[in-house]
């Protein structure tokens, strides 16, 4: 029997980090361990006097993976008996984007300099930081004009969460911070680059998925033009012409070898290949098995949806309304495109938290009364843009809507049109795909709220008319991270090869129902008048048929289900 | 000092008759009575396996009448040293419509007679019985092509609420009631009859309220033609051809005088005048000081929105949409015209029932969080709709809507966008009144809801740009039909003296505030884009702005009331 070789995957979340240790031939995961960020709410800094601020100590990242990883080997020792950390010959990274932090000349960050003790501008700028908002749209203005081939590989708008805007912000607010920096980085680089020891900040490979989804870094004309910053803000150009990569590494490529100091923290051999870093939900996407034809969708409180599209396949029009599509940003050979909802479990959540959870109707006993419902039973129809449309209206100042309520509409019949709407949401997004050419053959659901709600995965099964499978494994990320460890160290020839031997879906995939499809292709129609109108697709919308195309679907179903 | 007088008025409603003693001089209200109706359930006998059926049994009037007035006299006796009830010198009725009941030659209802014992459908068919939807619809469909000057009157679509519905729908499930009976008459009529002592219906003076409002007759073409009726069923053309009476009286008018019979038994002088009888709406409005310029609104359940147009004024054309145009149905020198919403406190009350109730979130608890909120804050627009629009779509088939929600929106947040919504569509029929050359000057707003609730009276006053006012009277109806019967005995020359003399508003109207009614003709004007989107006014509705004008009002208020 062949000693057996492990792979090790971390996955740095918004609020904790994870360590997985998977056995590269078999995709067993022999061991895990997670450890919490330890500064602010939840890993967050957050400031009382600005809602949007949300800031990371970049030192809790440190302190996790060590934690992490410690507790994983801990938990592979006592459960596998061929283990030893030793046996580990790969190490994958992937971690929330953008959020990126300034760092000195010898990679240092900021934050830990005495000087900017405390200073939240000098920590990393977590992804979910809003405060350059007004940045985010002077950067989409002027990239309309000037840079429209960048603009569109991040879905044609770009966010206050990326990049520029926040360096332009801090530009603005804490001059003396942006004036200290070397460099801003990546918070997933910056952790290759404490785990190989690399303390030249112009060394650090950049990842390929974070710059292109985040970054405005185009595969072909490469980072945006000094012109076009110095448009911005002519500290901007001067600060970014020295400053700024000219090129950019896809995950998979070996950034470098353990340090010694991390060997021995960690327990692990010393150059150890570690693996270029991406995205946590890109990884994730991985981890679940994407490959051409599947679309991987990772429900939480939000949705991101990714799709590959082979390099070598008949080139796709730009897609409208997706929020990126970046080459090699999931597999090294194919475009990786991303899309969006802005809120799934998040608005579940709030109507509970709002009009059910302290009447005692919970998450739980609404479903139950939801599950009992009929597809089109509750004659009702909504839009689930309580937290804007992602895609593919890509509009945030969109909010939510309910149509069809009557004297006798309950709490459960709503709970149920808003995970119907979600549903809607998200066919429109496949619908798009489909449209540019991009086959999606079958569907994939992973993040925290699929697994654990079987009324969920019906409705998508019914709505999308596609079975809908789950990963074996219910921590896609850090398996992805270890993919592309094990790619990186050589022991898989290639992200496909690792992905047959390490990942695998669940048995029973959700089957659609021909009825329930059938019902719900109306309502979809229905939906679809509502969303061009409220989205401005549409500026001569007739919805005169909605209401009562609901009421004659409700008196249908109610008949046909219940005789 | 001169003895003083007193008219009796006596209000029939869906559950009880109330009994009302008033100084006809002072409209001081010296005694009042109240006697529930027997039968069923709150007065009303429902069929387990129908739930739109709604009768009532005759006789429960006739002992409420004498328990209600017993208690109002001995009332009146307790307060008032100078009252004695010989000195009652008129009565008035009225009664809710349609609610029509079979009786036989000699005036008796056939639910008395020993043959229809039990019989639902030998009682009255209470106004809220719906029973006869089928027939209505058919009754609208051909009155349309043939009949349309009588529909118009009726506000162009005849309700299973109304006459002629309900007598076609008892034809064909019940003929042999209908063959039994010499009469089918109106609830008010025929009480109006026991108290005089007329046993011959061809006799009995039928009020131009109902008959006009509810019974397709045309106060110059007269009622339905027998061609017409013949095309609906030819039974039906046979039973009224001898039946159906050629003219109508309005109330204030002296139906005949107190029999002795019921003199004895209310303690009253016999002959004492008692008046043609009217609906109870009608005559609550003209409780609360009706008068040209001036629309009562009855708020309850529903809302039911009256005004009068004189007849000797220009003309105007028939307006679209109301519920109903009758000459002299409200005041004898005016047109009558009503109006309606389908739902306002069953609106309230539903999103209590559903989604507050059972948190602790009652109407009081929302009340006074939704007091807090300025107009606009929510970003929420909602349409009235729950149980259909009455005026001035005319569509039952119409439903709820709530657009705008966020993350963050709360229960009480859309309670008082309910409101609002209710306003608005109050607004939409106060602006087609308008727009017919009819003015609105000021508003009464009556009923169970508005004198307990500020907020919604405050909302009402911004949204409508008018002064509300209260009636000084909590009994309005019982009040107009007191009015009626001082005019019947001739003790007011005419019903407006009698108002003059007998009803006045509270002192201090709610006045609007400038501010919040120019937020609200904002939303006013987003709410009719939706109200013409849903409602089918328009094919091609732009509503592309909705949601980001929503977001702008709700950053700019919040602002501006809470700096």
């Known amino acids: 029997m062949e000693t057996p070789r492990f792979a090790l995957g971390l996955d740095f979340g918004t609020s904790s980090a994870r360590a997985l240790i998977v056995d590269i031939d078999s995709g067993e995961e022999i061991g895990s361990g997670t450890a919490n960020f330890a500064h602010g709410e939840a890993g967050i800094v957050v400031c009382a006097h600005d809602p949007h601020c949300a800031r990371q100590v970049p030192g809790d990242w440190r302190d996790a993976a060590e934690n992490a990883v410690r507790d994983a080997v801990a938990r592979g020792l006592d459960t596998t008996p061929g283990f030893r950390s030793q046996l580990i010959v790969g190490i994958g990274i992937d971690a929330t984007a953008s959020t990126p932090l300034p760092v000195d000349a010898r990679c240092r960050p900021l934050a830990d300099d005495e000087r900017f003790r405390n200073r939240p501008d000098a920590m990393a700028w977590l992804w979910k930081d809003h405060t350059a908002h007004v940045e985010a749209a002077e950067i989409t203005a002027l990239a309309r004009r000037e840079l429209p081939h960048h603009l569109a590989r991040c879905g044609g708008a ?26 801003w980085i990546e918070s997933g680089d910056w952790i290759v680059a404490f785990l ?33 910053l110095d448009a911005l803000d002519p500290r901007l150009g001067a600060w970014c012409e020295t400053r700024v990569p000219a090129r950019t590494t896809l995950a998979g490529e070996r950034a470098g ?38 679309l991987v969708s990772i429900l939480g409180t939000s949705a991101c949806d990714m799709i590959v599209h082979p390099l070598g396949a008949p080139p796709i029009a730009e897609i409208s309304g997706l929020c990126g599509m970046v080459r090699g940003s999931i597999l090294p050979d194919c475009w990786g495109l991303e899309a969006g909802q802005s809120a799934v479990g998040d608005l579940f959540g709030w109507f509970v938290r709002e009009f059910g959870k302290s009447s005692g109707l919970g998450h739980a006993e609404l479903t139950a009364q939801a599950t009992r419902l009929a597809p089109g039973e509750s004659g009702l129809l909504a839009l689930d843009w309580n937290n804007g449309n992602r895609s593919v209206l890509a509009d945030p100042l969109l909010s939510g809507c309910v149509v069809g ?70 921590e896609t990320c850090a398996l992805g991270a270890a993919i592309f460890g094990a790619v990186a160290a050589g022991a898989h020839p290639n992200v496909a090869s690792a992905q047959n031997a390490m990942t695998a879906l669940d048995d029973r995939p959700q089957l659609y129902d ?40 409700k008196t249908r179903t109610a008949v046909r289900i219940k005789p």
């Open 158 to 183: 770009y966010s206050s969460e990326w990049l520029f805007a926040k360096l332009l912000c801090c530009l603005r607010v804490a001059p003396d911070v942006v004036d200290a920096a070397s460099a």
């Open 196 to 228: 190989c020891g690399l303390d030249d900040p112009r060394l650090v490979p950049r990842n390929a998925c974070a710059a292109g989804h985040k970054g405005l870094f185009h595969d072909e004309l490469g980072p945006p033009p000094r012109t076009f």
């Open 257 to 294: 070898g353990l340090c010694a100091e991390w060997a021995a923290k960690l327990g692990l051999r010393v150059g150890t290949p570690v693996s270029v870093a991406a995205i946590d939900a890109h990884v994730g996407a991985v981890g679940a098995g994407i490959r051409p034809g599947r």
């Open 405 to 474: 309520t009557t004297l006798r509409t309950t709490a459960a019949e709503i709970y149920r049109t808003l995970i119907e709407a979600t549903a809607f949401g998200a066919r429109v997004i496949v619908e798009r795909i489909e449209e540019s050419g991009v086959a999606v053959d079958d569907i994939v659901l992973c993040g925290g709220i699929a697994p654990r709600n079987p009324l969920l995965r019906s409705i998508y099964a019914d709505v999308l008319r596609r079975p809908l499978h789950r990963s074996r494994s219910t």
């Open 514 to 553: 021909g009825g329930a499809a059938d019902v719900y292709d109306e309502l979809h129609a229905l939906y679809l008048r509502l969303h061009d109108a409220f989205g401005g697709v549409t500026r001569a919308a007739d919805l005169s048929p909605v209401m009562k195309d609901l009421l004659h679907l």
